[in-house]
T-cell receptor, first 114, second 111 residues
Framework: NAGVMQNPRHLVRRRGQEARLRCSPM?????VYWYRQLPEEGLKFMVY????????ESGMPKERFSAEFPKEGPSILRIQQVVRGDSAAYFC????????????FGPGTRLTVL | RKEVEQDPGPFNVPEGATVAFNCTYS??????FFWYRQDCRKEPKLLMS???SGNEDGRFTAQLNRASQYISLLIRDSKLSDSATYLC????????????FGAGTTVTVRA
């Protein structure tokens, strides 16, 4: 049973470009969570999605960031007009249900903004 | 004030030693508690959940002190493979899917 898949593993963008991060949950999991880890800091919750629905986006910056989890295909975290402060590791997690179900993390995407 | 605070360490211990460390959380409404480990900034992996009565999993023992709002982790008979960053994680009853992570405590076990 494949784990949570994320791609790309490393992404380099110049300021002002767009970054698209993909996450495929574990088989049988319909709940996806995105977290961001800045250097020397803990992971910070960004958004919680189920298929075609955003359940909680309270951790998402108000501008430039968006997330989706379409009926078919992976979940996408999109960052428009990236700035240097967006450089971080972005982790996706999935769970079979919501609430207290254990979350399983993917290997992360390391975004570097030049 | 941070939601979850941890001593960053590092804790450098010889193989076979016992090492213990705590984390504190700020929100008294926190309901679920976990320890994750993270190797070299890779993905966090669940080590164990922490229950009110305390719990043990092999060489690892976790304790919860609700009155003082801290969680502890004790590792007995340390192995080289225990070298990692240990993340303290809590969530609230109201939205228990939203995990709050500490910045981690680094443990290095030397031969």
């Amino acid at each position: 049973n494949a784990g949570v898949m994320q791609n790309p593993r490393h992404l380099v963008r110049r300021r002002g470009q767009e970054a698209r991060l993909r996450c495929s949950p574990m088989k049988g999991h319909s709940h996806v969570y995105w977290y961001r880890q800045l250097p020397e800091e803990g992971l910070k919750f960004m958004v919680y999605l189920q298929k075609e629905n955003i359940i909680d986006e309270s951790g998402m910056p108000k501008e430039r960031f968006s997330a989706e989890f379409p009926k078919e295909g992976p979940s996408i975290l999109r960052i428009q007009q990236v700035v240097r402060g967006d450089s971080a590791a972005y982790f996706c997690a999935s769970s079979p249900g919501g609430g207290k179900e254990s979350q399983y993390f993917g290997p992360g995407t390391r975004l570097t903004v030049l | 004030r941070k939601e979850v605070e941890q001593d960053p360490g590092p804790f450098n211990v010889p193989e076979g030693a016992t090492v213990a460390f705590n984390c504190t959380y700020s929100n008294s409404a926190s309901q679920s508690f976990f320890w994750y480990r993270q190797d070299c900034r890779k993905e966090p992996k669940l080590l164990m959940s922490v229950y009110s009565s305390g719990n043990e999993d092999g060489r690892f023992t976790a304790q919860l002190n609700r009155a003082s709002q801290y969680i502890s982790l004790l590792i007995r008979d340390s192995k080289l493979s225990d070298s990692a960053t240990y993340l303290c994680v809590v969530s609230l009853r109201s939205n228990d899917y939203k995990l709050s992570f500490g910045a981690g405590t680094t443990v290095t076990v030397r031969a």
